[in-house]
């Protein structure tokens, strides 16, 4: 094998010298991955010989290896430079590395094959999932490592059923998956909040914020959130992203994120490497859905398209689907209007940042529901008023009926992202009259970013809470196959407690809906979308 090392001499030259090294390690030596997790129940260090080979699948240079967590109000921590992810050879158990510092993951090119001495590092065991991380390493952890290209790697496919807890920090391959929201980039947020790159200098985002998940569903109805860190510029390229379903592979972790509801997807997220891992099918004539009704908002007009007509803004009125058949109104009193979205897929052209907005919006892009707080709430029915949905699934036959839609609270200002409600659900009817809850999770309705400042009617100065979204949040539900086959069915979105959003977002720190709440609160619908197959 051979490899490099760097000397520098005299007069500040530096030489690159070829060096062949030998492996230094016994076969009989290396310790197996199942085994090493089988040492340490918690968080121990070690002090002994220890071993183990596998093959590198991530890449430091794409820059989403790990979250970086928000460390003060307008600055996150460098943690995914000095991550990555060794899987055992065979492809069944992985571990994360954590470096010492960036310059360790620099020297672990993805799909080497590697050989690591785990003396002096310590060894972390986490449960609820079960995955372990390797602490402390440095590059004299490296034994000897072998570059190799993407074919040395075993092929892993699964369902997204199908994944389990030892499928984490390995790379799979995901099976006929599709992105849920058709519109907009890889990372729909706003700009202004995320990390710096080329991409979006122009914008001069504060780097306050980073990662946004991105919904996926698979042919069998699972659905998954893939993790985009804001300084991968391959997020936003214009190009769109994909409409069809297909592979998608990545790196499955496990990530507690506070701006997003914390632990809301199911233990297990993925990672892509790379953009080349939304292998889907660009077309989509490939999607394993069809629309039965849709409201995206693309057409960048400032009405909706009513019964009654064009209106910009609408007062309980039915607002007709852009796709299929189907109407949305809303419940709560106030006016409903074409406000903002954060799906904007264009990149810098010229000396403007996108084609269509600015720093990621899309304006006229979500149905925007402004009212005093306590309209949020049925007094005296005891329930939450939200929007309610009606479509039909006459003749129609399948094996899933979903719901799926992005929202988020607020305008970008402190004023407007407190007191709305804080948990959410979805209900069904088929006789109008009772309606049934669909899952008893309660979705967390997060708030769009914005920039701390002093205001009075805010309480003095405001700092954007770590648990403040970056855009849309992304939420897919199933309805009961009872509801194929009916003329008119009618879905409700709506509050289901009366716990209110105060500016820290935290849930302990929660405020409630009052009858005489005259806050104003601003709610915003990106995409909603009804599908079967």
Same mark, same amino acid.
């Given at each position: 094998?051979?490899?490099?090392?760097? +000397?520098?001499?005299?007069?500040?030259?530096?030489?690159?010298?070829?060096?062949?090294?030998?492996?230094?390690?016994?076969?009989?030596?290396?310790?197996?991955?199942?085994?090493?997790?089988?040492?340490?129940?918690?968080?121990?260090?070690?002090?002994?010989?220890?071993? +183990?080979?596998?093959?590198?699948?991530?890449?430091?240079?794409?820059?989403?290896?790990?979250?970086?967590? =928000?460390?003060?109000?307008?600055?996150?921590?460098?943690?995914?430079?000095?991550?990555?992810?060794?899987?055992?050879?065979?492809?069944?158990?992985?571990?994360?590395?954590?470096?010492?510092?960036?310059?360790?993951?620099?020297?672990?090119?993805?799909?080497?094959?590697?050989?690591?001495?785990?003396?002096?590092?310590?060894?972390?065991?986490?449960?609820?999932?079960?995955?372990?991380?390797?602490?402390?390493?440095?590059?004299?952890?490296?034994?000897?490592?072998?570059?190799?290209?993407?074919?040395?790697?075993?092929?892993?496919?699964?369902t997204i059923k199908e994944l389990k807890s030892e499928d984490i920090y390995t790379y799979v391959t995901l099976k006929d998956c599709e992105i849920v929201f058709k519109d907009g980039a890889f990372s729909n947020v706003y700009e202004g909040y995320a990390q710096r790159t080329e991409l979006n200098k122009v914008a001069k985002p504060n780097g306050s914020q980073d990662c946004w998940p991105i919904l996926l569903?698979?042919?069998?109805?699972?659905?998954?959130?893939?993790?985009?860190?804001?300084?991968?510029?391959?997020?936003?390229?214009?190009?769109?992203?994909?409409?069809?379903?297909?592979?998608?592979?990545?790196?499955?972790?496990?990530?507690?994120?506070?701006?997003?509801?914390?632990?809301?997807?199911?233990?297990?997220?993925?990672?892509?490497?790379?953009?080349?891992?939304?292998?889907?099918?660009?077309?989509?004539?490939?999607?394993?859905?069809?629309?039965?009704?849709?409201?995206?908002?693309?057409?960048?007009?400032?009405?909706?398209?009513?019964?009654?007509?064009?209106?910009?803004?609408?007062?309980?009125?039915?607002?007709?689907?852009?796709?299929?058949?189907?109407?949305?109104?809303?419940?709560?009193?106030?006016?409903?209007?074409?406000?903002?979205?954060?799906?904007?897929?264009?990149?810098?052209?010229?000396?403007?940042?996108?084609?269509?907005?600015?720093?990621?919006?899309?304006?006229?892009?979500?149905?925007?529901?402004?009212?005093?707080?306590?309209?949020?709430?049925?007094?005296?029915?005891?329930?939450?008023?939200?929007?309610?949905?009606?479509?039909?699934?006459?003749?129609?036959?399948?094996?899933?009926?979903?719901?799926?839609?992005?929202?988020?609270?607020?305008?970008?200002?402190?004023?407007?992202?407190?007191?709305?409600?804080?948990?959410?659900?979805?209900?069904?009817?088929?006789?109008?009259?009772?309606?049934?809850?669909?899952?008893?999770?309660?979705? =967390?309705?997060?708030?769009?970013?914005?920039?701390?400042?002093?205001?009075?009617?805010?309480?003095?100065?405001?700092?954007?809470?770590?648990?403040?979204?970056?855009?849309?949040?992304?939420?897919?539900?199933?309805?009961?196959?009872?509801?194929?086959?009916?003329?008119?069915?009618?879905?409700?979105?709506?509050?289901?407690?009366?716990?209110?959003?105060?500016?820290?977002?935290?849930?302990?720190?929660?405020?409630?809906?009052?009858?005489?709440?005259?806050?104003?609160?601003?709610?915003?619908?990106?995409? +909603?979308?009804?599908?079967?197959?």
């Open positions: 094998m051979r490899n490099f090392a760097t +000397i520098t001499i005299p007069r500040g030259v530096v030489l690159f010298v070829a060096l062949t090294l030998s492996w230094c390690v016994e076969a009989q030596t290396i310790t197996s991955f199942e085994r090493v997790r089988s040492m340490f129940s918690k968080r121990e260090s070690v002090d002994q010989d220890l071993y +183990i080979e596998g093959y590198v699948i991530s890449d430091y240079t794409t820059k989403n290896q790990e979250l970086n967590t =928000q460390r003060y109000v307008n600055s996150v921590n460098k943690m995914s430079d000095m991550t990555a992810y060794f899987e055992s050879l065979d492809g069944k158990y992985g571990f994360r590395l954590y470096f010492t510092n960036a310059k360790g993951a620099e020297v672990m090119p993805r799909y080497a094959r590697a050989v690591l001495s785990l003396r002096g590092t310590t060894i972390q065991r986490q449960s609820g999932p079960v995955r372990y991380t390797i602490h402390k390493l440095t590059p004299q952890n490296i034994v000897r490592f072998e570059r190799c290209d993407a074919s040395v790697l075993p092929r892993k496919e699964r569903c698979d042919g069998c109805g699972s659905t998954m959130y893939a993790f985009v860190n804001t300084k991968c510029e391959w997020r936003r390229d214009g190009m769109g992203v994909p409409q069809g379903s297909g592979d998608m592979n990545g790196i499955v972790v496990y990530t507690h994120l506070p701006r997003y509801g914390g632990d809301v997807f199911g233990g297990m997220v993925l990672r892509p490497v790379d953009k080349n891992d939304f292998a889907m099918d660009w077309s989509a004539a490939s999607s394993k859905y069809k629309s039965i009704a849709e409201w995206n908002w693309n057409d960048n007009g400032e009405s909706f398209n009513t019964e009654n007509g064009a209106r910009k803004s609408v007062v309980g009125e039915r607002i007709l689907a852009d796709v299929g058949n189907g109407a949305v109104r809303s419940e709560v009193g106030g006016t409903v209007y074409r406000g903002v979205d954060m799906n904007n897929v264009a990149i810098q052209n010229g000396k403007e940042f996108n084609l269509k907005g600015t720093k990621g919006r899309v304006n006229h892009g979500s149905m925007t529901i402004c009212t005093e707080a306590h309209n949020w709430w049925d007094w005296e029915r005891h329930r939450g008023k939200g929007i309610e949905l009606e479509f039909s699934t006459e003749g129609i036959e399948g094996e899933n009926l979903v719901v799926a839609f992005s929202f988020a609270a607020g305008e970008i200002t402190p004023i407007s992202s407190y007191g709305h409600p804080f948990y959410w659900g979805v209900e069904y009817t088929l006789d109008g009259v009772n309606f049934y809850r669909v899952s008893s999770r309660n979705i =967390q309705l997060r708030t769009l970013p914005w920039w701390y400042g002093h205001n009075s009617m805010v309480h003095g100065t405001q700092y954007l809470s770590i648990e403040a979204g970056m855009g849309f949040t992304e939420h897919l539900v199933h309805l009961p196959k009872e509801l194929f086959g009916q003329k008119s069915v009618r879905v409700r979105i709506v509050p289901v407690a009366k716990n209110a959003a105060t500016l820290s977002y935290e849930k302990s720190d929660m405020g409630a809906l009052r009858p005489n709440s005259t806050t104003k609160t601003y709610v915003n619908f990106g995409s +909603i979308v009804v599908r079967y197959n």
